[in-house]
């Protein structure tokens, strides 16, 4: 079988291909650049080729072909233009997530079949099983092919299948992840045994594929900075307010807004911000950090909170469109009236929250049995099995609404 890597420069893909040259597939390695423009990004113009030299000599090392692929029309278009178009919506978008799916997934295996590849891999901290019915056998979907699981890596610092959450069976079927049960220091030793140049390099960080921004900088390369008003909720606002606790008060209590408060300072476009946010303020005189609880596009203003606690961070539930309606496992998915009980993760690494799934036709009603704190539109909710496993299965996710 051949299979072709996709090589960052990093040490988990690096292991990733040495683990299948040693297991005697037949393997190269592919480095995909995806991005050109550094207005914004803090690290400069020349990270992507100094990523691509390490990725070339790792690949040298191992003793597996390597090729490049510019995919950036491919991210511009389905990941870039995406984020930049939902910020000015006033939604906060996970582009690692569409990276996954749309390019990784999807650009990037058509350019690997292209050069013959059977099967792509990455350096994923995730697991993919077969699903097995009761009489021992591999669960087909619909479509008469074999159903697959998407689970989480045994290294429970790691939630990389978070990321994975809108990968179809088609992709899924065509995936390997060679070090989804390792930990993070066992892939680092083993670079390290085998000398690879990657075995010492830091973890990425920032937006895939582009690294670390200033958010506001590179975000006004497409939204137009127009000044607003901060506007300050005290927890008094909330005192009289129902809890969201059953269904039939979800709908009511999704659509609230603040519509009451003082306003404390100005600030340079809602759309740069998102809730939760805490840095970036520049608002002082206040005991307690302020936090981000509301952004109001339409009129252009922002709506703080004082205290990781303050009331206007917290609530019970989220939806979720049906168009945004997204299963993994497709043989599992709700029909309208129907209900689950799962675990769920509205960001990455968050411990995993007991809550409930409710299909109606206007949606997916997410009820959690604690409220959770900054839920943000944009982001993706992903539910996992209801089982005990710390390494769970991902069933699906969705796009939050509100």
């Given at each position: 079988?051949?299979?072709?890597?996709g090589?960052?420069?990093?040490?988990d893909s690096?292991?990733?291909a040495?683990?299948?040259?040693?297991?005697?597939?037949?393997?190269?390695?592919?480095?995909?650049?995806?991005?050109?423009?550094?207005?914004?990004?803090?690290?400069?113009?020349?990270?992507?080729?100094?990523?691509?030299?390490?990725?070339?000599?790792?690949?040298?090392?191992?003793?597996?072909?390597?090729?490049?692929?510019?995919?950036?029309?491919?991210?511009?278009?389905?990941?870039?233009?995406?984020?930049?178009?939902?910020?000015?919506?006033?939604r906060?978008?996970?582009?690692?997530?569409?990276?996954?799916?749309?390019?990784?997934?999807?650009?990037?295996?058509?350019?690997?079949?292209?050069?013959?590849?059977?099967?792509?891999?990455?350096?994923?901290?995730?697991r993919?099983?077969?699903v097995i019915?009761?009489?021992?056998?591999?669960?087909?979907?619909?479509?008469?092919?074999?159903?697959?699981s998407l689970?989480?890596?045994?290294?429970?610092?790691?939630?990389q299948?978070y990321?994975?959450?809108?990968?179809?069976?088609?992709?899924?079927?065509?995936?390997?992840?060679?070090?989804?049960?390792?930990?993070?220091?066992?892939?680092?030793?083993?670079?390290?045994?085998?000398d690879l140049?990657?075995?010492?390099?830091?973890?990425?960080?920032?937006?895939?594929?582009?690294?670390?921004?200033?958010?506001?900088?590179f975000?006004?390369?497409?939204?137009?900075?127009?000044e607003?008003?901060v506007?300050?909720?005290d927890?008094?606002?909330?005192?009289?307010?129902?809890?969201?606790?059953?269904?039939e008060?979800?709908?009511?209590?999704l659509?609230?807004s603040?519509?009451?408060?003082?306003?404390?300072?100005?600030?340079?476009?809602?759309?740069?911000?998102?809730?939760?946010?805490?840095?970036?303020?520049?608002?002082?005189?206040?005991?307690?950090?302020?936090?981000?609880?509301?952004?109001?596009?339409?009129?252009?203003?922002?709506?703080?909170?004082?205290?990781?606690?303050?009331?206007?961070?917290?609530?019970?539930?989220?939806?979720?469109?049906?168009?945004?309606?997204?299963?993994?496992?497709?043989?599992?998915?709700?029909?309208?009236?129907?209900?689950l009980?799962?675990?769920?993760?509205?960001?990455?690494?968050?411990p995993?929250?007991?809550?409930?799934?409710?299909m109606?036709?206007?949606?997916?009603y997410?009820?959690?049995?604690?409220?959770?704190?900054?839920i943000?539109?944009?982001?993706?909710?992903?539910?996992?099995?209801?089982?005990?496993?710390l390494?769970?299965?991902?069933?699906g996710?969705?796009?939050?609404?509100?």
């Amino acid at each position: 079988m051949k299979v072709c890597v996709g090589l960052s420069g990093g040490v988990d893909s690096s292991v990733a291909a040495l683990l299948l040259k040693r297991q005697g597939y037949d393997v190269f390695a592919m480095y995909m650049q995806n991005w050109h423009d550094i207005e914004g990004t803090l690290h400069g113009e020349c990270e992507w080729e100094e990523e691509k030299f390490v990725a070339e000599m790792v690949a040298r090392k191992i003793g597996i072909p390597f090729y490049f692929v510019d995919l950036s029309k491919d991210y511009m278009a389905r990941v870039a233009d995406y984020m930049f178009d939902e910020y000015s919506k006033g939604r906060t978008p996970n582009p690692d997530v569409l990276c996954n799916s749309q390019i990784k997934f999807d650009a990037f295996l058509a350019a690997a079949r292209r050069l013959g590849a059977d099967m792509v891999a990455t350096g994923h901290y995730c697991r993919k099983l077969p699903v097995i019915g009761s009489d021992g056998k591999q669960v087909c979907g619909q479509d008469g092919q074999p159903l697959w699981s998407l689970m989480e890596g045994t290294d429970l610092n790691k939630c990389q299948a978070y990321f994975l959450c809108q990968l179809s069976q088609s992709q899924l079927s065509a995936a390997l992840f060679p070090i989804g049960e390792m930990d993070k220091p066992a892939v680092r030793e083993m670079a390290a045994e085998a000398d690879l140049p990657s075995a010492e390099k830091k973890d990425s960080q920032g937006i895939c594929f582009v690294g670390k921004v200033n958010l506001p900088v590179f975000l006004q390369q497409k939204l137009k900075s127009v000044e607003g008003d901060v506007v300050e909720i005290d927890r008094s606002y909330y005192e009289n307010r129902e809890a969201p606790l059953t269904l039939e008060q979800m709908s009511k209590a999704l659509k609230y807004s603040p519509s009451d408060g003082r306003v404390i300072g100005r600030h340079i476009g809602a759309q740069y911000y998102t809730i939760g946010q805490r840095k970036g303020l520049g608002i002082g005189g206040h005991k307690e950090p302020l936090f981000v609880i509301a952004t109001d596009i339409g009129s252009n203003v922002i709506y703080l909170g004082e205290g990781e606690s303050h009331p206007g961070l917290m609530r019970k539930a989220l939806r979720i469109l049906p168009e945004e309606i997204h299963w993994i496992r497709t043989d599992l998915a709700l029909a309208p009236g129907q209900s689950l009980c799962v675990r769920v993760r509205i960001r990455y690494r968050q411990p995993l929250q007991k809550a409930t799934l409710f299909m109606k036709e206007d949606g997916m009603y997410i009820l959690f049995d604690e409220p959770q704190r900054s839920i943000t539109p944009g982001q993706f909710a992903v539910w996992y099995d209801n089982g005990d496993s710390l390494a769970p299965e991902v069933l699906g996710s969705g796009v939050i609404s509100e």
